[in-house]
């Protein structure tokens, strides 16, 4: 069997640290009890020096064999091919799991990601602040009825939702108390919490390294 | 065997006639020789008046039997699990397939629909606009390469890119020969015409309902 392998930058500065996509493939590892390793590829001249293993620069990146494959969300829903965990077996639970995650790839971070762009360079726009809140409204109705968002358990549903939601800017963004709680639960789990922590020891490990 | 059913609304002003997202559904269906129906909501109302089966208050949304699901780039994967057209069985194509279709939805339109939607209100901002010339640049390169994203044949993948590329704006957006080609290409194809025919046939009729 062929071990998995998440590539991602070799460092980064502080501010993205902790919210590098490399995190949602780990925490899905974590959470499936899929053995992987991480390798990286250096921060330095990024925009080019993958270009042949990820079409936009970006990372991450996942290997498995033959497999080789870019976009977070699409490695995630490939991972959750190998777990139950992550992806229910039964088909209408597994469409729901679907329709979930691309709902928080599609329609809410088609939304959130740019306005936060924005955001933090200053350039707030009231267009996409007003589609935001419309966006997050209706997640927070959702999120009133519910625990979960498919089938009473956590899923991959959830790992990608909550880690849209995460994001500091996008979590303080109105006064939303169940969407609150939600990303409280699910950043909670130990698989988390150890993706998290293993993502900002590898940075660190790259700071002593620059400066050496 | 249940019969899938595509549900739009029943009318669009003459705008975004030809651009619903049901149009991507309805092209998946044609290319992979599904049966289906189409069935409509109201447009008067649409933002609350089908949220039990849309979260957001939009379509399409789909029906198969005991499965119901919403957000069109989940339906298109569901719905290519029926179809080796459009979802090869290879594994690595795919995974390629996957990762296309994820890349459309996740990193071209997460940045091509806010900068459309800002675009469209006159509100173009310099850092989107950057972004998205990024963006399609790289795609430019692939495109450059080769006529077909995955495997050297039509797949999901293609079919989702064009719909993505070919919105009037995004397509006028710079000079990208190879990109151009590619989606006169796509769109050339019998099962978009039928599509995109089908869908302005029901947004006609529905002008003949409201005069009447």
Known sequence: ????????????????????????????CEEAGLAYTVKTVPFDDRATNHLDRQAFGQVPYLDDGAVKMFESGAALLYLAGKSEMLM????????????????????????????????????????????????????????????????????LADLIMADVLRIPAVRSFGERPATEAYVVRMTARPAFKKAHADQMALFEAGDAKRAG
């Open 1 to 28: 069997m062929s071990e998995l392998t998440i590539w991602t930058l070799d460092w980064v500065p502080k501010g993205p640290r902790g919210f590098v996509r490399d995190l949602r493939l780990r925490w899905a």
């Open 88 to 155: 229910p077996s039964d088909p209408v639970e597994a469409a729901e799991t679907l329709q979930w995650t691309i709902a928080a790839l599609n329609s809410i971070e088609m939304v959130s990601v740019p306005w936060w762009f924005l955001d933090m360079t200053g350039n707030e726009n009231k267009y996409l602040t007003g589609w935001l809140h419309q966006r997050l409204d209706h997640l927070e109705r959702i999120f009133g009825e519910r625990q979960w968002l498919v089938g009473g358990r956590f899923t």
